[in-house]
C-alpha cells in the first residue's frame, strides 16, 4: 500500500501540471530600437507567486499584419528559462545577440532573425500574440497559429483591423480588447503595459523602453537601454462649452415720456467706430423744433 501512494504521488509530480508558463503576460514591444529597425525586443512578465510560470519550451512568438490576413512565427521558444516568479521577466529579442546585446547592454534569453524577409515586427500597426494554449505549452504541430485565441496574450496596435484575441487562455487571463493607437515603433520610446483590463487601448502607453531578461538561476534579471531617454509626456486637452439663453426683455414707457423732444435738433452722422453703423447726436437747440415721438405723425424723422 505504501509503494502505491509512492508511486501515484512520484507520478503526480512529475507530470507536466506543474510546468507552467501560462500565468504571464506581455508587458513591453519595442520595433526599431536605437535607430535601427532590426533591433527589436518582447518582454514577458510572469504574474504567479504561487507557481514559477519558466516552462515557456514551445511557446510562440507571431507576428500579425496590419489586417490580420496574414501572420508570421518569428519565434517558436526553444528551453525554459531559469527563474520564476510574481513580476520576473525574460526577453526575446533581434537580430541576434551581437547587436542587440551592443545596442542595449544586456542579453536577449532567445533571439530570432528579424532581417530575414518577413520576421519582422511591423512598426505602425499589427499585433502581436505569445503563448500556447492551456496551461502546458503542448506540441506546436497539434494547434493553429493563426488563430489569436490560441495564445496566452495578445496586443494589437496602430491601426489594427483583424482578428483579436477574446477568449482567456486562463480564468482570468488577459484578452486584447480594443487596439491601441500607440504604436512599437517611434525608435525612442517602447509600448509598455501600465495596467491589465483586457483593453489593449486602456492597458498600453509609451515609456523609455527597459528590456530585462531573465538572469541566471537565482539572480535576478538585468535591464537594458537604448541611450539617454525622457519619459514622454501625456497633454489631455479640454473644451469648454459655454451656452448663452436669451431671454426676452419688455419695457414699459411712463405715461408722459413719449412725447416730441422740444427745443433739439437732432442729426445722423456716421460713427467713426463703426462705420457700417450710424447713430443720432445733438446737433443744435432750437425751441421752434420738434422732434416726433415716433408714432408715424409727419413731424418722424425719416433716413
Known amino acids: 500500500m505504501r509503494l502505491r501512494i509512492a508511486v501515484l504521488l512520484s507520478v503526480f509530480l512529475s507530470t507536466p501540471t506543474w510546468a507552467l508558463f501560462h500565468i504571464s ?19 514577458i512578465r510572469m504574474l504567479s507567486s504561487s507557481f514559477p510560470q519558466n516552462s515557456v519550451t514551445f511557446t510562440r512568438l507571431t507576428a500579425f499584419n496590419c ?12 528551453a525554459n528559462v531559469p527563474n520564476g516568479g510574481a513580476n520576473v521577466r525574460w526577453l ?15 542579453h536577449a534569453d532567445f533571439y530570432w532573425d528579424s532581417t530575414a524577409p518577413g520576421m519582422s515586427i511591423d512598426r505602425t500597426c499589427g499585433m502581436l500574440c505569445w503563448g500556447a494554449p492551456g496551461g502546458v505549452a503542448p506540441n506546436p504541430a497539434t494547434w493553429d497559429p493563426s488563430d489569436p485565441n490560441q495564445y ?18 486562463y480564468v482570468g487571463g488577459p484578452t486584447a480588447g480594443t ?6 515603433g517611434d525608435g525612442v520610446d517602447s509600448l509598455t503595459r501600465s495596467r491589465n483590463t483586457n483593453d489593449n487601448a486602456a492597458d498600453f502607453g509609451l515609456a523609455c523602453p527597459t528590456p530585462t531578461n531573465n538572469g541566471v538561476s537565482g539572480m535576478p534579471g538585468m535591464i537594458g537601454d537604448f541611450g539617454p531617454c525622457t519619459e514622454p509626456t501625456t497633454t489631455t486637452s479640454t473644451t469648454h462649452t459655454t451656452t448663452t439663453t436669451l431671454r426676452p426683455t419688455t419695457t414699459t414707457i411712463p405715461p ?3 412725447l416730441p423732444i422740444s427745443g433739439k435738433k437732432l442729426l445722423l452722422k456716421e460713427d467713426p467706430a463703426n462705420p ?19 408714432n408715424g405723425s409727419p413731424d418722424d424723422p425719416t433716413l
Open 256 to 258: 408722459g415720456t413719449d
Open 25 to 43: 503576460l506581455i508587458d513591453e514591444v519595442m520595433s526599431g530600437a536605437a535607430a535601427n529597425p532590426n533591433i527589436q525586443y518582447v518582454e
Open 152 to 169: 496566452t496574450d495578445c496586443v494589437a496596435y496602430g491601426s489594427y483591423t483583424g482578428p483579436k484575441k477574446t477568449m482567456p487562455a
Open 276 to 294: 457700417a453703423k450710424r447713430k443720432l447726436v445733438a446737433f443744435s437747440h432750437d425751441a421752434g423744433i420738434n422732434l416726433g415721438a415716433g
Open 179 to 184: 487596439p491601441t493607437s500607440l504604436t512599437p
Open 92 to 106: 526575446m529579442a533581434s537580430p541576434n545577440d551581437t547587436v542587440f546585446s551592443a545596442a542595449s547592454g544586456i
Open 67 to 78: 489586417n490580420g490576413t496574414s501572420f508570421a512565427v518569428l519565434l517558436q521558444v526553444p
